[in-house]
């Protein structure tokens, strides 16, 4: 056994063995994102792959050495039972593809985490937790931000009232989507569109800054562009969310233009982060007033090595994964998604 230095909060007692991962579905995030991380990662390897795609598989096999058995496709994907050197699966697939592969890994036996958001409604995020609390396999939602620096300090300041209580929070993530035809803007697929790809960033800071669940939420879709693109989910909305403490939060999430700030005005301080939302690299200001403003001086990390590592320190060992990367995080989310989706089709406010 030796001691892993990855969190200095917790010194838990790792085996040496890594775990061992199977990547589900090979795209963008899996690609780009996660496989760097797992060549970095003292706890995880990358012992298996599942992909639609023999030509990708071929390749992926060559370059990670993978064994012929840990080489799966959607269809024969239960066979991973049968896999003892995958402890766990990462879902990177289309949203509402998560909850099959989550429930059928649970199955087999599997540690899970899966992207987010992590579901496309709430019912199916039920079924993910239920099948891995009987199954006794760990659930785990890939929460970046939450294993960021900006973002605990930006969450600390809010929560302990460092600079006194949080009134406002203005939180804008929205991206260029790219072509259409693709996943993201299928309905079917995705379960929506910028809210549901980006609109969750801000849902999770909202919650994080203030420690709280919010008790009501307004929305409007914003105007459609372009019909076609557009036909199936929103390219743009604005919400509001009122918390219980009298925290006031806008927002916006948006599929055709690059916009990612997250703003905070505390009674005693203004704090902002811009970039807030994607891969970074990160920066951010507070102002204690008119005259003196400071940089957020952090480092720059690799969000989800730093994602890998804390999961992986923790499952190794045999704890769960933290709270604010768990299902049942995941769930008040989609709760939260549901009652905005509500909210702007009936223009209703909308309590939860
Ligand atoms: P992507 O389109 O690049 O990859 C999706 C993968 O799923 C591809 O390998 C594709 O072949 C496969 N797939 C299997 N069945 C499919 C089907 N019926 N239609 C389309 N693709 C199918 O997408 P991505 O950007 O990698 O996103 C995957 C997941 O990761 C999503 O849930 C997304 O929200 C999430 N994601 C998270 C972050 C983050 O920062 N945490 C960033 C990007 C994506």
Request: glycine letters at 8%; a negative charge; hydrophobic letters at 40%.
């Amino acid at each position: 056994m030796r001691q892993a230095k990855v969190s200095k909060e917790r010194d838990i007692a790792v085996s040496k063995k890594k775990l061992g991962l199977a990547l589900v579905g090979l795209g963008h995030y899996a690609t780009d994102r996660i496989a760097p991380a797992l060549q970095n990662s003292q706890f995880w390897k990358l012992t298996g792959i599942v992909s639609g795609s023999p030509d990708k598989a071929a390749q992926w096999q060559k370059e990670w050495n993978l064994a012929q058995d840990n080489i799966l496709n959607y269809e024969n994907f239960d066979r991973i039972v049968d896999c003892p050197d995958i402890d766990a699966v990462y879902i990177c697939l289309p949203n509402s593809m998560h909850a099959d592969f989550t429930i059928r890994a649970a199955k087999a036996g599997k540690h899970v985490i899966v992207e987010k958001p992590m579901a496309t409604n709430i019912a199916d995020a039920e079924r993910m937790i239920e099948a891995c609390r009987a199954a006794g396999v760990h659930l785990a939602v890939g929460y970046r931000l939450r294993f960021n620096r900006f973002h605990r300090q930006i969450a600390e300041w809010g929560r302990n009232k460092t600079y006194g209580k949080v009134d406002y929070i203005n939180a804008i993530f929205s991206i260029n989507v790219g072509e259409p035809g693709q996943w993201r803007l299928n309905q079917t697929l995705s379960g929506g569109g910028a809210l549901m790809d980006v609109g969750i960033y801000c849902i999770q800071a909202a919650r994080y800054v203030t420690g709280e669940e919010p008790v009501s939420v307004k929305a409007q879709f914003g105007p459609v562009v372009d019909t076609e693109k557009y036909a199936e989910v929103e390219g743009s909305i604005s919400w509001q969310m009122k918390f219980p403490r009298g925290t006031y939060v806008t927002a916006y999430a948006g599929f055709e233009h690059y916009i990612d700030e997250l703003c905070i005005r505390a009674e005693k301080a203004f704090y902002k982060l811009e970039s807030a939302f994607s891969y970074g690299p990160l920066s951010g200001i507070l102002r204690t007033d008119e005259d003196h403003i400071q940089p957020i001086d952090l480092p720059n990390e690799h969000h989800q090595l730093m994602q890998m590592e804390e999961l992986g320190q923790l499952i190794s060992s045999g704890h769960p994964p933290p709270d604010y990367a768990s299902g049942q995080e995941g769930l008040s989310d989609m709760k939260i998604i549901e009652a905005i989706y509500k909210a702007a089709e009936t223009g209703e406010e909308i309590y939860l």
